[in-house]
């Protein structure tokens, strides 16, 4: 049983492959990231961004920072696949970054202008992409092989599942 809390829309589902129209839909998705985001935290107080999403969760503040970091590696991990024959990609330690310095002393706005920047350069990437390039692999050393299409897929869902979080935190405190 899925926590909805945690997983508002629910776990990530990989699929093999993808369609053309499915791609378009989640190069969508990830475009449309930094704006949703954006619109999620607009009007929050100091207070709702030290407010944990949910118990014993991150605080909004992390969760924001958390984004931009993650999609920073999903960026990386994307042109490492790219350029190079099925590279495997480094890990990092999600909870131990959202505990550093930067995530506490810096406002989450920042965070957004990174992920903005960071959307605005992957989607040029995957404009100039051909269709065999979706194809390409990576391997992470704890989930295992992947294509192209999957890390973004991946990268998709888990904005929206951020996002998500955000805006179940506004219903709730409403």
Request: no cysteine; hydrophobic share 45%; glycine share 6%.
């Amino acid at each position: 049983m899925i926590d909805p809390l945690r997983y508002p829309i629910g776990d990530f589902v990989r699929q093999d492959a993808y369609t053309s129209a499915e791609r378009q839909v989640i190069v969508a998705r990830l475009a449309a990231l930094p704006a949703s985001l954006s619109a999620a935290i607009s009007g929050l107080s100091h207070a709702d961004f030290e407010s944990p999403y949910r118990p014993g969760g991150w605080t909004v503040r992390q969760l924001v920072h958390h984004v931009a970091d993650s999609h920073a590696n999903a960026m990386i991990r994307l042109k490492l696949a790219l350029t190079e024959t099925n590279p495997t990609i480094k890990p990092y330690d999600q909870d131990a970054w959202a505990e550093l310095g930067d995530v506490q002393d810096v406002s989450p706005l920042v965070s957004i202008a990174i992920l903005a920047g960071i959307h605005e350069r992957m989607s040029a990437v995957i404009q100039h992409m051909r269709e065999e390039d979706f194809a390409r692999g990576l391997v992470h050393p704890d989930s295992g092989p992947m294509s192209v299409d999957q890390l973004l897929a991946l990268y998709a869902w888990h904005g929206d599942h951020h996002v998500a979080q955000v805006r179940a935190l506004r219903m709730r405190a409403k």
